[in-house]
């Protein structure tokens, strides 16, 4: 039966429940000692009466107003188990975090999985599956200037009510508030956002032949976000009242396998050769809508269209990919002499034809003097390697259109004076980009003392990079002009070279059954 064949193992219940409450507030003012420090100060000034009315007033302690005590909790099941051939995994969750201002929080709930399967004594299969959903109100708060909202609440006056007794609106521009509207206002904003995401991975092992090993590994992950942002007119100001409406997704996957082979000869000599091969791709597309001075504010965002001409939208779309091959060499013999030789051609879609692909080789030479037999009479010496490498890396760090003119819209006046969309060129682009790359010289000697329980490490390097990628100034007459275009484009600038030395101390203090402690200084 299927009980039989995936007899559950363990079940685990993971349950937890915590209070957040802000403790250490700023101790504030009252009505009248505030009132009265500011009359003193000569900024404001009150009659005696209206200053002796201060004394029996409500004062308005608006970090009260803004901060809560925040109750959040956070669930889990697991579910394991299995026999000789298959294990599995099961996992669902689920969370609710409050936030401690009012009006924030975040949801989320999901579920992940994993299976091993032994389809044969040489093929493996293991599989992981995660899916997932989140929610959040008001992640972020921010005033007109951005000042945070706690410091909001510590800069508005404590003889300013809440909510105003006269307009039955929320106060504002009151005394001492500046240009800082109601903090209580500001936890009215509506910014929610959702999301989901979904991933699969596979992982395929097969040996071959004794010796001789297949990894292969495909992965797919998917995330799509949705964002509706609200905030009346009142909330915006006075002014009118704002909402948008915002999407995005993405995906992403990889494949790559690589072959291995592992072989000893007359049991000195130790030969290890890797080839492989990997490519990955994602992508992406938003869009995203805007409007002020929405007519019928309870709409919120569900009718941008009625906002009509005051609304804007954008879209876009981006996409990258990487292709890869690869191979290792190595060899030691009797543990005492270590060659190394690696070789990588990747390839990048954000650079050009003919400059597509970065070739980096490297290799490194190591003796290990420890192992000869010349040094097995002695306890003093645990480990003393001599080695060193030579090796290049490359770097891709630009954006995905990096060698592309990019068009952006502008109004225009044409004719009589009347005004039209048009289209431009920004700042071009440098089609001939190409990678960043690193040429590094290592040497080193690794000491290790009495059993490796005190340790040294020396190296002396030099590194040369090339190509430098980095951003340069475009003169306003070819384009580089804030208001008509970008004012930079990326390029290969240059070279750079740096060298040293690196020493590094590394101390054992106690190795025992149960702990280990190393202490090391570099």
Do not use: C
């Amino acid at each position: 039966s299927l009980h039989d064949a995936l007899p559950i193992s363990t079940v685990n219940l993971y349950s937890d429940v915590s209070v957040d409450k802000i403790i250490n507030r700023y101790d504030m003012l009252n009505s009248y000692d505030f009132a009265k420090l500011n009359q003193e100060a000569g900024f404001y000034t009150w009659t005696d009466d209206e200053l002796n009315a201060f004394k029996n007033s409500p004062s308005t302690n608006w970090q009260d107003e803004i901060f809560r005590t925040a109750v959040s909790q956070n669930h889990k099941v697991s579910i394991s188990g299995g026999s000789d051939r298959v294990r599995y995994y099961l996992s669902p969750y689920w969370n609710k975090r409050n936030g401690t201002l009012r009006n924030n929080w975040s949801e989320g709930y999901g579920i992940s999985g994993k299976l091993d399967l032994d389809l044969s004594d040489r093929i493996t299969l293991q599989t992981e599956l995660n899916a997932g959903h989140g929610e959040s109100q008001n992640a972020t708060f921010s005033n007109s200037n951005y000042t945070s909202l706690p410091i909001t609440a510590l800069l508005w006056a404590p003889i300013e009510p809440v909510i105003d007794p006269v307009t039955g609106h929320y106060s504002s521009n009151g005394k001492g508030t500046g240009t800082l509207l109601n903090p209580v206002l500001l936890t009215t904003n509506d910014d929610h956002s959702y999301s989901n995401s979904g991933s699969a991975i596979f992982n395929l092992k097969v040996n071959i032949l004794d010796g001789l090993d297949f990894n292969g590994k495909f992965s797919i992950s998917q995330g799509n976000s949705w964002n509706n942002d609200y905030q009346s007119s009142e909330r915006n100001n006075g002014t009118s009242a704002i909402a948008g409406k915002s999407s995005s997704n993405s995906k992403s996957w990889l494949l790559n396998g690589y072959l291995t082979y592992t072989k000893t000869f007359a049991d000195l000599h130790n030969f290890q050769a890797m080839a492989g091969f990997e490519e990955t791709r994602s992508s992406g597309e938003s869009l995203s809508g805007n409007a002020q001075n929405l007519p019928i504010e309870s709409f919120k965002w569900n009718n941008l269209g009625l906002s009509a001409p005051m609304i804007s939208v954008g879209s876009g779309y981006w996409n990258s990919a990487m292709r890869s091959f690869f191979g290792r060499i190595n060899y030691n013999y009797a543990n005492r002499y270590y060659v190394t030789a690696n070789f990588r051609a990747d390839g990048s879609s954000k650079f050009r034809d003919g400059n597509k692909f970065g070739y980096f080789p490297s290799f490194s030479l190591a003796w290990n003097a420890a192992n000869e037999p010349f040094m097995q009479d002695q306890e003093l010496v645990s480990t003393l390697k001599i080695r060193g490498g030579w090796g290049k890396t490359g770097n891709q760090a630009v954006g995905n259109y990096a060698t592309y003119t990019s068009a952006r819209s502008k109004d225009m006046t044409w004719g009589t004076g009347s005004i039209v969309a048009a289209y431009m060129d920004q700042a071009g682009s440098d089609l001939n980009l190409t990678w960043e790359t690193t040429a590094q010289t290592d040497i080193g000697v690794d000491i290790g003392l009495w059993d490796d329980r005190l340790g040294f490490t020396f190296d002396r390097y030099k590194k040369n990079t090339t190509d430098l990628l980095a951003g340069v100034n475009v003169p306003g007459y070819s384009g580089g002009d804030k208001e008509y275009g970008r004012t930079e484009i990326t390029t290969n600038v240059g070279s750079m070279m740096n060298r040293g030395w690196e020493i590094g101390i590394r101390y054992n203090v106690i190795r025992t059954r149960d702990w280990n402690w190393d202490t090391s200084l570099n």
